[in-house]
């Protein structure tokens, strides 16, 4: 007996020196994904957009807003939802743990009592009562022969860097969210200074009106047509301040903060960003590096064939090794007699051999879910693609619709500069002026407009290849770094 219970050790130790580099289910590889080597865009009327240069890692300071790097810095350390991603990585971090623990044994500590009683040969009538105490260590180790635990591991730490790219992604979409709220916040200010300009022009031209009325120079009509148009302009007002107190009301959310928490900081209007003259973007090919959406979904691709592998090791035995040391006796008092000590070791074997179909069905199933996976990847990948082509075309279209509007507000201003003169001198009616001023409120305000969609083209261009992660995570590495010390 004692020699076939060291045959079985011995074979089982000699399959874990052959089989540790084996490894149930398939080894992960990349999918290969055929993109362009260069943007095709059309060329730019204000802004270069580079193809070849690396694109900024703080691409928000660019705009040349301390402000807006102010805010978001706040986003990146207060944002909840940047918060919550972090939660889920360190959430990944403990099922890793989890899952690494079972490449070791498992060893625990006891103690029993029992009450017996051994009946003898003329059962029922002679027994013999007696008490039994123990305690001692035992272990088990589950052999990762077959390596499905060591796919499991690989599963975890695949998931693990998944989490970690998917709060990268939040990072993205929050600063990117940051800068475009800030933008819009600026633009609208900028409309209310427009409004506000051309309510006191309208004004002025309403004294001049009531004055040449009362001069006998023109009618009751002139009057009652600037009245009317001051007053549909200064309606204009309060639309645009709802729209700034929304805007000031997001960016404190965006902040982590209540919604009225920068409402003193901000109301003062600023000038709205203008683009960079230079926007680095560089090749898609980089768009698997370093968009976070597309890092992520590939993880989560590597982290699902890893779980073929487990599933595919419920195929074969299961092969574990137990081992138990203690004292034992039926006097409490001699328990813990050296004497009274046992030890016991052997390996056990489990194989599941009629399952109904059961684990074939799960090894199909994680099969499938790579498929998808690898649809998903694809996909991805084609929509931020898209998402960048269509993002170039907006900031050459915007460039070029905001210099035409520069060149019609010139061109308007002259307008209401020669109506004003002519109309004071009596030689145009007062439609000609009214005409000119509505003409000037209105292509002031869409180059207002049109100077924000400029800029916001820019920060959608930038969340469009995935910018901005890396310099949140270098300060973040750094903080922590100079808190350890």
């Known amino acids: 007996m004692k020699v076939a219970t060291r045959l079985w050790i011995a074979l089982i130790f000699l399959g ?28 730019t009327t204000q802004a270069s957009v580079i193809d070849e240069a690396t694109p900024p890692s703080a691409w928000w300071t660019t705009l040349n807003d301390p402000k807006l790097n102010s805010l978001v810095q706040s986003a990146c350390d207060g944002n909840l939802s940047v918060s919550i991603a972090k939660s889920r990585i360190a959430e990944a971090r ?32 002679e027994t013999h009562d007696y008490q039994f105490y123990a305690t001692g260590f035992d272990a088990v180790w589950e052999a990762d022969i077959f390596g499905g635990v060591r796919r499991s591991v690989e599963a975890s730490q695949d998931e693990l860097e998944a989490q ?8 993205v979409s929050i600063v990117a969210e940051v800068a475009r709220s800030y933008v819009e916040l600026r633009t609208t200010q900028q409309r209310i200074l427009i409004a506000n300009a051309n309510i006191q022009t309208q004004s002025d031209s309403l004294d001049l009106a009531k004055r040449l009325n009362a001069s006998g120079i023109v009618s009751d009509l002139d009057v009652t047509r600037a009245q009317a148009e001051l007053t549909q302009t200064e309606s204009l007002i309060p639309l ?49 590096r370093r968009r976070p959406d597309v890092r992520e979904v590939e993880r989560q691709l590597a982290a699902a064939t890893a779980q073929i592998g487990v599933a595919e090791a419920d195929l074969y035995p ?37 399952e109904g179909g059961r684990i074939l069905a799960n090894i199909d199933a994680h099969k499938a879910i790579r498929q998808e996976l ?24 915007e460039q070029r619709q905001f210099n035409l509007l520069s060149q019609s507000v010139q061109s308007n201003e ?27 409120l209105r292509t002031q305000d869409a180059m207002a407009q049109s100077q924000g969609e400029v800029t916001l083209s820019v920060i959608a261009l930038y969340k469009a290849i995935g910018g901005g992660w890396e310099k949140v995570e270098k300060e973040e590495a750094a903080s922590q770094t100079a808190r350890s010390k």
């Open 240 to 288: 645009l301040e709802i729209q700034e107190k929304g805007l000031i009301h997001q960016l404190g959310i965006l902040l982590g903060e209540s919604p009225e928490a920068l409402s003193a900081e901000l109301i003062v209007a600023g000038p709205i960003p203008a683009a960079p003259r230079r926007v680095p973007i560089g090749l898609p090919s980089q768009l698997l």
């Open 374 to 397: 690898i649809d998903q990847y694809k996909l991805t990948i084609l929509v931020a693609l898209r998402e960048t082509a269509d993002s170039l075309v907006a900031l050459d279209n």
């Open 414 to 440: 002259d307008s209401v500069r020669i109506a004003s003169e002519q109309y004071a001198g009596g030689t145009v009616g007062y439609l000609s002026l009214l005409d000119a001023q509505r003409s000037l």
């Open 318 to 354: 299961q092969v574990t090794l137990t081992g138990d040391f203690g004292v034992g006796a039926e006097d409490f008092g001699r328990m813990f007699n050296w004497s009274n000590r046992y030890v016991g070791v052997g390996p056990s074997v489990r194989w599941q051999l009629l």
């Open 94 to 125: 403990a099922e890793r743990s989890v899952a690494v623990g079972g490449l070791y044994p498992s060893v625990g500590a006891g103690g029993s009592y029992s009450y017996n009683r051994a009946f003898g040969p003329l059962f029922p009538v």
């Open 164 to 171: 970690k790219d998917a709060e990268r992604g939040a990072v």
């Open 16 to 43: 874990l020196l052959i089989v540790p580099g084996c490894t149930v289910g398939p080894n992960y590889k990349r999918p290969d994904v055929a993109v362009q080597q260069t943007w095709t865009h059309p060329p």
